[in-house]
């Protein structure tokens, strides 16, 4: 399995950027599809954004479409989510995941290693 640490998650305003990073370990990084999600209170996680193994397939949940974009570096085994124009309701843990089964894959129950998370907190 491969190992998931989240980082630069925080608080920012409405209009704000956060550029979030995900560092994985373990296995060959490239092997893995790659997702973010996220979870607000009282809410069940969902997609955010998912990245192919060799990044060339891309793919957002309609919330974030033109304001969030997906990257990874295979080089440094991260992978990235820069979330620009931030909105009240991109408040949330965020959590980064990893799939070794399949290339690309948008679906939860199908990634197999998940990070700890990072909350994002965006005021008003």
């Known amino acids: 399995q491969v190992q998931l640490v989240e980082s630069g998650g925080g608080l920012v305003q409405a209009g704000g950027s956060l550029r979030l990073s995900c560092a994985a370990s373990?296995?060959?990084?490239?092997?893995?599809?790659m997702g973010w999600f996220r979870q607000a209170p009282g809410k069940d996680r969902e997609f955010v954004a998912a990245?192919?193994?060799?990044?060339?397939?891309?793919s957002y949940a309609d919330s974030v479409k033109g304001r969030f974009t997906i990257s990874r570096d295979n080089a440094r085994n991260t992978v990235y989510l820069q979330m620009n124009s931030l909105k009240p309701e991109d408040t949330a843990v965020y959590y980064c995941?990893?799939?070794?089964?399949?290339?690309?894959?948008?679906?939860?129950?199908?990634?197999?290693?998940w990070g700890q998370g990072t909350q994002v907190t965006v005021s008003s």
């Open positions: 990245i192919s193994r060799i990044g060339g397939v891309t």
């Open positions: 373990g296995r060959t990084f490239s092997s893995y599809a």
């Open positions: 995941a990893a799939d070794y089964e399949k290339s690309f894959t948008i679906t939860l129950g199908e990634y197999d290693s």
